[in-house]
């Protein structure tokens, strides 16, 4: 158990729609990373929050947007969903602000867009 | 980042050693060199890092050239617990940026 949690593990929901996963980071972990993985991408990075603050971004599309909340946890949000949005999404936590660090990975959710 | 090379596949026996090989020849002079792996149905694992000397942690152990080009990590010592997806990430000024990594084969 990597101490990150992410919720809903499954998720089917159906084209145009929008959905929120959510991330709890490791107790004392001010940044959370956001990675998308698919069959044919592989992982790729989105996002990098750290304290509340966008640090960096990645090939995240228009349509996604994150945020972390003043309790650290994050929610990324889908929106306008097109069946190629149809991956595994993983959060990460770590103690810094750089990935120079030892990152901790959730177990994902999976979204399936129908 | 910088883009690293690696075997799509290798295969080793249960007990044995494993060398994992690595090449990044554009890392930059403050880019880390990382690794992790994925098992089956989860999300990456780290498994260690690091900069210019050899770093050696519980679960392997890093070798890094001289001329910081390339990479290997060592798995002392397989178990089929061992059989995963690992990446070699060179760099991470942002997110890590994670290539097709290496799958490895463990035989009883």
């Known amino acids: 158990d990597s101490g990150v949690t992410q919720t809903p593990k499954h998720l089917i929901t159906a084209t145009g729609q929008r959905v929120t996963l959510r991330c709890s980071p490791r107790?004392?972990?001010?940044?959370v990373y956001w990675y998308q993985q698919s069959l044919d991408q592989g992982l790729q990075f989105l996002i990098h929050y750290y304290n509340g603050e966008e640090r960096a971004k990645g090939n995240i599309l228009e349509r996604f947007s994150a945020q972390q909340f003043p309790d650290l946890h994050s929610e990324l949000n889908l929106s306008s969903l097109e069946l190629g949005d149809s991956a595994l999404y993983f959060c990460a936590s770590s103690t810094r602000g750089n990935p120079n660090t030892e990152a901790f990975f959730g177990q994902g959710t999976r979204l399936t867009v129908v | 980042d910088a883009k690293t090379t690696q075997p799509n596949s290798m295969e080793s026996n249960e007990e044995e050693p494993v060398h994992l090989p690595c090449n990044h020849s554009t890392i930059s002079g403050t880019d880390y060199i990382h690794w992790y792996r994925q098992l089956p149905s989860q999300g990456p694992e780290y498994v260690i890092h690091?900069?210019?000397s050899n770093v050696n942690n519980r679960m392997a152990s890093l070798a890094i050239a001289e001329d910081r080009k390339s990479s290997t990590l060592i798995l002392h010592r397989a178990t089929l617990r061992d059989a995963a997806v690992y990446y070699c990430i060179g760099g991470g000024a942002d997110g890590l940026t994670f290539g097709k990594g290496t799958h490895l084969i463990i035989q009883p």
């Open positions: 107790s004392g972990d001010l940044s």
């Open positions: 690091g900069l210019t």
